[in-house]
């Protein structure tokens, strides 16, 4: 079963932001002025297939449902692993392109995916609990460092 999570984001001056740069298949958790934690992320096949931009967390799931090729959540051959954060790239409402575990963890840290960006399920459940829907998550193919990143898009100060 697949439980979509849709709380207001917190009005807090710390508001946590993700950044994945798709040149060094890294992702990174912002919060608190710095960069907390930085994980290991596949992305698109193709640079094309992972957009690029600035976006929101619009929905969060645990154990999210498989539609293209009806597999429930929960199940190992599920491709979408443990968790989905979703967020609203070209137009969509979140539940296209997402933040998501696998079930395939060698493949992180590769060019593997149709546009999404996988961590492995352990590391998308931490991030899960940490990001609240609102959350601003940009993605770019960048030789910039996560802290150069968020000090440009005033993530942190």
């Known amino acids: 079963m697949m439980t979509f999570i849709m709380p207001a984001a917190p009005q807090t001056g710390n508001q946590p932001a993700i950044i994945v740069n798709k040149k060094v298949h890294q992702l990174a958790f912002i919060q608190g002025n710095k960069v907390q934690k930085v994980y290991k992320a596949a992305t698109g096949k193709s640079q094309e297939l992972t957009p690029e931009g600035l976006f929101k967390v619009t929905v969060k799931a645990k154990n999210p449902y498989y539609r293209k090729k009806n597999i429930p959540g929960g199940d190992p051959r599920n491709p979408l692993g443990s968790r989905w954060i979703g967020f609203n790239a070209k137009g ?12 395939r963890p060698g493949q992180i840290g590769t060019s593997v995916s149709q546009g999404c960006i996988r ?5 998308v459940e931490q991030l899960f609990e940490k990001v609240p829907i609102g959350t601003q ?13 968020a000090k440009q898009y005033k993530f942190v100060k």
């Not at 969509?92 to 079930?103: I, L, Q």
Request: no cysteine.
């Open 92 to 103: 969509t409402d979140g539940r296209t392109y997402g933040v998501h575990g696998t079930n």
């Open 119 to 123: 961590l492995t399920n352990k590391n």
């Open 137 to 149: 998550i940009l993605v770019v193919n960048s030789p910039k460092s996560f802290l150069q990143l």
